[in-house]
């Protein structure tokens, strides 16, 4: 079983800061290891629908971000350290959400794709 942690959330300012970070640890039944899994991370605001906002492909080579947070947020990954990292930066009040990294073995869009394990998410509220 694949376990993830988001940590990084918190209150902040407009226009500031803050790094989200999610842990992995675990394999699956077949063996998979973090490596091998695209990482995602969406968002849900209160009383909207799931966001998609950033993933990376296994290696990091390739990054997708929603339009919404380009030139804003970035991601990546260190696979040695089973971590995937989401960088924010000009955070505004819309981004206020909680957070959630997600993990898929799918190809595809990364923003369609069907998820296969996600964390507990983690709280970012930005205030104006």
């Known amino acids: 079983q694949v376990q993830l942690v988001e940590s990084g959330g918190g209150l902040v300012q407009a226009g500031g800061s803050l790094r989200l970070s999610c842990a992995a640890s675990g394999r699956t039944s077949l063996g998979y290891t973090f490596s091998e899994y695209r990482m995602g991370w969406f968002r849900q605001a209160a009383g909207k629908d799931r966001e998609f906002v950033a993933a990376?492909?296994?290696?990091?080579?390739?990054?997708w971000l929603a339009d919404s947070v380009k030139g804003r947020f970035t991601i990546s990954r260190d696979n040695a350290k089973n971590t995937v990292y989401l960088q924010m930066n000009s955070l505004k009040p819309e981004d206020t959400a909680r957070y959630y990294c997600?993990?898929?073995?799918?190809?595809?869009?990364?923003?369609?794709?069907?998820?296969?394990?996600w964390g507990q998410g983690t709280q970012v509220t930005v205030s104006s």
């Open positions: 997600e993990a898929t073995t799918a190809l595809g869009s990364p923003q369609y794709a069907e998820y296969e394990y």
């Open positions: 990376i492909s296994r290696a990091g080579v390739s990054q």
